[in-house]
């Protein structure tokens, strides 16, 4: 049972370049968040999915898009990668109102 | 709409002395309060939680109660060790259509040394 995790750990960027983030989670949870985490800012919601095929808009959705690609899967989009979006991205699921967290992707854009 | 406040850091202590961490909020409902912890290099993890006024959520000696009159969830541990160093989050949970979508706090970061 690894919970929750994410593809990449690491990524370096350089402006303008498009990227995916994977999330992947094992627990049969039907909801889905991406978060992301700035220094002084806690997390800020981008993305959520409440069940498989649905898809919601968070605090922050500016730059980003989602797909809910299965009950498991929930992956970001970067379009156009820009200096503003360099953070610390965090998948969660849920089955209630408890989150549960993958690892994070740390995201460098030049 | 709904926020949470918590106190700044860093809180620096020295091992064995007593921690709290103040966390206030502000809500239209009757949310239920968390408080996560984030160890370095990791993500997010429940430390504890309270689902309804007056109740007290406790794991591995930190201890918070859910004060309605007050709107406070503040995180208290008796004796701290330097494992407890971390960052630490206050956050709420409410109901929005088939999801609940939590509010953070900007967390407060935990430093025990020796």
């Known amino acids: 049972n690894a919970g929750v995790t994410q593809t990449p750990k690491f990524q370096v960027l350089k402006t303008g370049q498009s990227m995916t983030l994977q999330c992947a989670q094992d627990?049969?949870?039907?909801?889905m968040y991406w978060y992301r985490q700035d220094p002084g800012m806690g997390l800020r919601l981008i993305y959520y999915?409440?069940?498989?095929?649905?898809?919601d808009k968070g605090e922050v959705p500016n730059g980003y898009n989602v797909s809910r690609l299965n009950k498991r899967e929930f992956s970001l989009r970067l379009e156009s990668a820009a200096p503003s979006q360099t953070s610390v991205y965090f998948c969660?699921?849920?089955?209630?109102?408890?989150?549960?967290f993958g690892p994070g992707t740390r995201l460098l854009v030049l | 709409g709904n926020s949470v406040t918590q106190m700044e850091g860093p809180v620096t202590l020295s091992e064995e002395a007593f921690l709290t961490i103040n966390c206030t909020y502000t809500?239209?409902?009757?949310?239920?309060l968390f408080w996560y912890v984030q160890y370095p290099g990791e993500g997010l993890q429940l430390l504890l939680k309270?689902?309804?006024?007056?109740d007290k959520g406790s794991n591995k000696g930190f201890e918070a109660t859910y004060r309605k009159e007050t709107t406070s969830f503040h995180l208290e541990k008796g004796s701290v060790q330097v494992s407890d160093s971390a960052v630490y989050f206050c956050?709420?949970?409410?109901?929005?259509?088939?999801?609940?979508?939590?509010?953070f706090g900007r967390g407060t970061s935990l430093i025990v040394h020796p």
């Open positions: 969660a699921s849920s089955a209630g109102e408890t989150q549960y």
């Open positions: 309270a689902t309804k006024a007056d």
């Open positions: 627990m049969n949870h039907n909801s």
């Open positions: 999915s409440a069940s498989e095929g649905t898809t």
């Open positions: 956050a709420l949970s409410d109901r929005t259509g088939g999801s609940y979508i939590p509010t």
């Open positions: 809500a239209t409902g009757y949310p239920s």
